[in-house]
């Protein structure tokens, strides 16, 4: 196996190790149901929208865990994407609007900068027909906020004091 490879595949490892490592803190807290919804939206949705891209040809994975199995990147779609999904319902909990936008600049820029660095030096990720780095700017925001939504109106038809 090549050093590149290598490096590319032990740093999915590590990436990946301790994004498991922090689940249990994230999800584990009050409001443990309101913290699964999230995940598992986060896991489902990630799952099907990076499905349609790849299957589209917008994106690609050489280096990816059962590659032979699956077309998309499992450890982003169903770890690390949904952590920084559940991170950022759980900070942005009970914040105003314009909190809720900077603490999502806050997560999303270094996700986009290493998804940048990426593509421009790993087989991790390859972007085409036209794919640019504002595309996944969008699509991480909109997933974010679309979810954050999601959370809020459970709560707010959830009528139990318990859910806070």
């Not at 590319?8 to 490592?21: A, K, W």
């Not at 270094?110 to 991790?124: F, G, M």
């Not at 780095?133 to 709560?155: E, Q």
Request: glycine share 4%; proline share 4%; aromatic share 14%.
């Amino acid at each position: 196996m090549k050093q590149k490879q290598r490096f590319e595949r032990n740093f999915l490892m590590v990436s990946t190790g301790i994004s498991i490592l922090l689940l249990p803190f994230a999800i584990f807290k009050r409001s443990f149901k309101d913290w699964m919804i999230v995940f598992l939206v986060g896991c489902a949705g990630n799952t099907i929208i990076d499905r349609y891209f790849v299957s589209k040809g917008y994106l690609k994975y050489k280096v990816r865990p059962l590659s032979s199995k699956f077309s998309i990147h499992l450890p982003f779609d169903t770890i690390h994407y949904p952590l920084a999904l559940l991170y950022f319902n759980q900070w942005t909990l009970n914040s105003k609007p314009f909190g809720i936008l900077v603490k999502l600049l806050v997560l999303i820029v270094p996700q986009l900068i290493i998804e940048i660095i990426a593509e421009k030096r790993t087989d991790l990720i390859t972007w085409k027909r036209g794919w640019k780095w504002y595309h996944s700017f969008l699509g991480m925001a909109l997933k974010f906020l679309v979810c954050r939504a999601i959370i809020a109106g459970i709560r707010v038809l959830n009528t139990k004091k318990v859910s806070i």
